[in-house]
Nanobody, 120 residues
Framework: QVQLVESGGGLVQPGGSLRLSCAAS????????MGWYRQAPGKQRELVAV???????NYADSVKGRFTISRDNVKNTVYLEMNSLKPEDTAVYYC??????????????WGQGTQVTVSS
């Protein structure tokens, strides 16, 4: 069983910054990819950014140049540095990981979500 625990959400003014963290724990063999999704009220969950174990990353067009995803493969932790935040970035942010466990079974795992609110 694998758990993802997120932290770092909160209230910030437009133009401000926040850093989200997500740590994976449990019987983990490897985590090929870790990323962040977000869901605003009345909208579908969307991909924000993903970081793969080999080092490649992808971003939603709406956050390119403002958000940076990184991961620590030793700590099984992924980070999302969010700068120049806009009110439209307001959402619940969810950590997601594609995990291979110690039995070599693969599955997806989600965190509980952390609220990010951008407002003056």
């Amino acid at each position: 069983q694998v758990q993802l625990v997120e932290s770092g959400g909160g209230l910030v003014q437009p133009g401000g910054s926040l850093r989200l963290s997500c740590a994976a724990s449990g019987s983990i063999f490897s985590i090929p990819s870790m990323g962040w999704y977000r869901q605003a009220p009345g909208k579908q969950r969307e991909l924000v950014a993903v970081a793969r174990s080999g080092g490649s990353t992808n971003y939603a067009d709406s956050v390119k140049g403002r958000f940076t995803i990184s991961r620590d493969n030793v700590k099984n932790t992924v980070y999302l540095e969010m700068n120049s935040l806009k009110p439209e970035d307001t959402a619940v942010y969810y950590c997601n990981a594609d995990v291979i466990d110690s039995d070599y079974e693969s599955f997806g795992s989600w965190g509980q979500g952390t609220q990010v609110t951008v407002s003056s």
